[in-house]
C-alpha cells in the first residue's frame, strides 16, 4: 500500500524541511544547529558520520504523550520500546522521565536494567521468546509478558512453575486490522506472525488462568509501526474492549490493556499523528473499561530527537545524473534501503542550504546498488567534505545498523542543555576483528 511518506509529489524544499523541526535552526555564522548546538562543532570534534541525539526533544515528546492522555483524563503507563533506539544514554533519559520498558530479548531486557529501570516496569513482547530468556526474566521478576500464542503460554508456565515464579500475562490480540503502514512494519492482520486471533482469546485466556505458573492480567496489541492515522487503532482497539467485555462476563479478571505502539512521525513537513486525536480514540473505545493502560511507543519519542550527520565524499557526474557520495551508507541507515523510507536531508552550511537545488542520488560507498539514501533529492552542489544532516534518524538507525563493508560503526553524541556528549567513541578499526579468533591453521 503507498502511504502519504511515499508519496514524491509532495516533496518539501529546504526551508519546509527545517521550518517543521523546532529542534533545528540555521544560522548565518554556525550553520545548522539542533538544540542550539552547531553541528560543525560536533564534526570537528568526532568527525562523521556521526549520529546526534537530543535528550530536551526526547523530553518535550514524553510530556506531550502524557500530556495527551492526562488531558483525556486517562492515566497511561509509558514502557518506550527499547528496539527504536537502545543507548543506555537515550534509555537513562527516559528511564529518568518515569518511562517503563518494552522489550523483545535478554538483551534489552538486561540494557533496561542497566539504567535502573526496575524489572517491575518491563514487559516482555515478541513472538519467540527462548526459554532461557523467560526464565531470566522471571528470575528478575519482569513485570509482565505479552504472549503471543498457546504454544508459547505452555512453555511459559512449564519455566515458571519450574523456578517457582507466576508470570503476570497479557495475551496479544492479532485484531486483523490494516494499520495502513508499509508491509513489512504491519503487524495486526490475520496473515502476520504476531498475536492471537480474537476467537481464540477466551479459551486461552480461560486456559492461561488455570495454568501453574501463569496470572492472566489483560490483553495487549501492537498492529504496525509508522501509523499516521488514528483510525486502525480505533478499530483494533474496539475490537480489543469487546473482548475484554466478553471475557469479563465469562468470570475473567481483566486489569490491564496494553494498546502497544507505532505512533507515526512526520519524515517530511507533515505533521505525526495527532496524539489528541489519538488519546480520544482510546477514550471512547477503552476509557469505559477501568483497565491499566500502557503504551509502548518507540518511534514517536526518539525518531525525530536523532540525526544522522554525514560528510559528503564526492560528486559524481555521470551521462545520466549526479549523485552524492555520502561517508555514510546503508550499514550506518538501513530504513532507505530496506523500507524505501524517506529522510529529510539538509546541508549544514547556511550558503549551501541557501543555493540553487537539482535533483541527486544522494548515496553511500558500500558494494550494492541498494545503498541509496535519496532518489533525484532536490539538494544544491556540494563540494568534497561538506556536511549533510539525514533527519529523523533517532529511531530505527543506529540499531539496525552494522559494520558490513568492514565499516567502523559511527560515533554517537547526546546533546544535553546547549553542551554535547560523546555516548559512543567510533569504532577503532582493530575493534572490528577484536572478537575473532584466528585458530591456527596447517
Ligand atoms: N511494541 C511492539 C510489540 C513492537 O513490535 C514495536 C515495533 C513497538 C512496540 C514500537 O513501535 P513504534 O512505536 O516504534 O512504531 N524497523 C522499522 C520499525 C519496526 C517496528 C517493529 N516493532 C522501521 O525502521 O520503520
Same mark, same amino acid.
Given at each position: 500500500?503507498?502511504?502519504?511518506?511515499?508519496?514524491?509529489?509532495?516533496?518539501?524544499?529546504?526551508?519546509?524541511?527545517?521550518?517543521?523541526?523546532?529542534?533545528?535552526?540555521?544560522?548565518?555564522?554556525?550553520?545548522?544547529?539542533?538544540?542550539?548546538?552547531?553541528?560543525?562543532?560536533?564534526?570537528?570534534?568526532?568527525?562523521?558520520?556521526?549520529?546526534?541525539?537530543?535528550?530536551?526533544?526526547?523530553?518535550?515528546?514524553?510530556?506531550?504523550?502524557?500530556?495527551?492522555?492526562?488531558?483525556?483524563?486517562?492515566?497511561?503507563?509509558?514502557? =518506550?520500546?527499547? *528496539?527504536?533506539?537502545?543507548?543506555?544514554?537515550?534509555?537513562?533519559?527516559?528511564? *529518568?522521565? @518515569?518511562? /517503563?520498558?518494552?522489550?523483545?530479548?535478554?538483551?534489552?531486557?538486561?540494557?533496561?536494567?542497566?539504567?535502573?529501570?526496575?524489572?517491575? /516496569?518491563?514487559?516482555?513482547?515478541?513472538? @519467540?521468546?527462548? %526459554?532461557?530468556?523467560?526464565?531470566?526474566?522471571?528470575?528478575?521478576?519482569?513485570?509482565?509478558?505479552?504472549?503471543?500464542?498457546?504454544?508459547?503460554?505452555?512453555?511459559?508456565?512449564?519455566?515458571?512453575?519450574?523456578?517457582? %515464579?507466576?508470570?503476570?500475562?497479557?495475551? %496479544?490480540?492479532?485484531?486483523? &486490522?490494516?494499520?495502513?503502514?508499509?508491509?513489512?512494519?504491519?503487524?495486526?492482520?490475520?496473515?502476520?506472525?504476531?498475536?492471537?486471533?480474537?476467537?481464540?482469546?477466551?479459551?486461552?485466556?480461560?486456559?492461561?488462568?488455570?495454568?501453574?505458573?501463569?496470572?492472566?492480567?489483560?490483553?495487549?496489541?501492537?498492529?504496525?509501526? +509508522?501509523?499516521?492515522?488514528?483510525?486502525?487503532?480505533?478499530?483494533?482497539?474496539?475490537?480489543?474492549?469487546?473482548?475484554?467485555?466478553?471475557?469479563?462476563?465469562?468470570?475473567? +479478571?481483566?486489569?490491564?490493556?496494553?494498546?502497544?505502539?507505532?505512533?507515526?512521525?512526520?519524515?517530511?513537513?507533515?505533521?505525526?499523528?495527532?496524539?489528541?486525536?489519538?488519546? +480520544?480514540?482510546?477514550?471512547?473505545?477503552? /476509557?469505559?473499561?477501568?483497565?491499566?493502560?500502557?503504551?509502548?511507543?518507540?518511534?514517536?519519542?526518539?525518531?525525530?530527537?536523532?540525526?544522522?550527520?554525514?560528510?559528503?565524499?564526492?560528486?559524481?557526474?555521470?551521462?545520466?545524473? %549526479?549523485?552524492?557520495?555520502?561517508?555514510?551508507?546503508?550499514?550506518?541507515?538501513?530504513?532507505?534501503?530496506?523500507?524505501?523510507?524517506?529522510? $529529510?536531508?539538509?546541508?549544514?552550511?547556511?550558503?549551501?542550504?541557501?543555493?540553487?537545488?537539482?535533483?541527486?542520488?544522494?548515496? @553511500?560507498?558500500?558494494?550494492?546498488?541498494?545503498?541509496?539514501?535519496?532518489? @533525484?533529492?532536490?539538494?544544491?552542489?556540494?563540494?568534497?567534505?561538506?556536511?549533510?544532516?539525514?533527519?529523523?534518524? $533517532?529511531? =530505527? $538507525?543506529? &540499531?539496525?545498523?552494522?559494520?558490513?563493508?568492514?565499516?567502523?560503526?559511527?560515533?554517537?553524541?547526546?546533546?544535553?542543555?546547549?553542551?554535547?556528549?560523546?555516548?559512543?567513541?567510533?569504532?577503532?578499526?582493530?575493534?572490528?576483528?577484536?572478537?575473532?579468533?584466528?585458530?591456527?591453521?596447517?
Amino acid at each position: 500500500m503507498l502511504t502519504r511518506s511515499d508519496l514524491s509529489a509532495t516533496e518539501p524544499d529546504l526551508a519546509a524541511l527545517l521550518a517543521a523541526r523546532p529542534a533545528l535552526a540555521m544560522h548565518v555564522q554556525d550553520g545548522l544547529c539542533f538544540e542550539d548546538v552547531p553541528l560543525n562543532a560536533i564534526a570537528d570534534a568526532f568527525g562523521t558520520p556521526v549520529w546526534v541525539y537530543g535528550a530536551a526533544t526526547i523530553r518535550a515528546r514524553y510530556a506531550d504523550l502524557q500530556t495527551a492522555f492526562s488531558d483525556a483524563g486517562l492515566p497511561v503507563h509509558i514502557h =518506550y520500546a527499547v *528496539k527504536a533506539n537502545d543507548h543506555l544514554a537515550i534509555l537513562s533519559v527516559l528511564a *529518568k522521565a @518515569g518511562a /517503563g520498558a518494552d522489550v523483545v530479548s535478554q538483551g534489552e531486557f538486561a540494557r533496561a536494567m542497566a539504567v535502573g529501570i526496575p524489572a517491575s /516496569g518491563i514487559v516482555f513482547s515478541g513472538v @519467540g521468546k527462548t %526459554r532461557a530468556e523467560l526464565a531470566a526474566a522471571l528470575s528478575a521478576g519482569i513485570g509482565q509478558i505479552n504472549v503471543e500464542s498457546a504454544e508459547e503460554l505452555a512453555m511459559l508456565s512449564e519455566v515458571a512453575t519450574s523456578l517457582g %515464579r507466576t508470570a503476570r500475562v497479557a495475551l %496479544r490480540m492479532n485484531p486483523d &486490522v490494516d494499520a495502513g503502514t508499509h508491509a513489512k512494519i504491519t503487524t495486526g492482520l490475520a496473515g502476520n506472525k504476531f498475536g492471537i486471533s480474537a476467537p481464540d482469546i477466551l479459551p486461552l485466556y480461560a486456559h492461561a488462568a488455570a495454568l501453574p505458573g501463569i496470572a492472566p492480567v489483560g490483553i495487549a496489541l501492537h498492529i504496525g509501526s +509508522q501509523i499516521l492515522s488514528p483510525a486502525p487503532y480505533a478499530a483494533a482497539y474496539s475490537k480489543a474492549a469487546s473482548t475484554v467485555r466478553a471475557l469479563r462476563q465469562a468470570g475473567q +479478571q481483566v486489569s490491564v490493556l496494553d494498546l502497544g505502539g507505532g505512533l507515526g512521525i512526520g519524515y517530511r513537513d507533515e505533521p505525526g499523528i495527532s496524539l489528541a486525536a489519538f488519546a +480520544q480514540v482510546v477514550r471512547r473505545e477503552a /476509557g469505559e473499561l477501568g483497565v491499566q493502560l500502557l503504551l509502548e511507543p518507540g518511534r514517536y519519542l526518539v525518531g525525530p530527537a536523532g540525526l544522522l550527520l554525514a560528510s559528503v565524499i564526492l560528486q559524481k557526474q555521470t551521462a545520466q545524473k %549526479r549523485f552524492l557520495v555520502l561517508d555514510a551508507a546503508m550499514n550506518d541507515l538501513l530504513r532507505p534501503s530496506l523500507y524505501d523510507s524517506y529522510h $529529510g536531508m539538509l546541508p549544514v552550511s547556511a550558503v549551501d542550504f541557501v543555493k540553487p537545488v537539482s535533483p541527486t542520488d544522494v548515496v @553511500g560507498p558500500v558494494c550494492e546498488s541498494g545503498d541509496i539514501f535519496a532518489a @533525484g533529492r532536490a539538494l544544491p552542489d556540494l563540494a568534497e567534505n561538506a556536511r549533510l544532516a539525514v533527519l529523523d534518524a $533517532g529511531a =530505527y $538507525g543506529a &540499531v539496525m545498523s552494522s559494520p558490513y563493508n568492514a565499516r567502523p560503526r559511527a560515533a554517537a553524541v547526546l546533546l544535553d542543555g546547549g553542551h554535547f556528549h560523546l555516548i559512543t567513541p567510533r569504532q577503532r578499526l582493530d575493534n572490528l576483528w577484536a572478537d575473532e579468533i584466528l585458530p591456527g591453521l596447517r
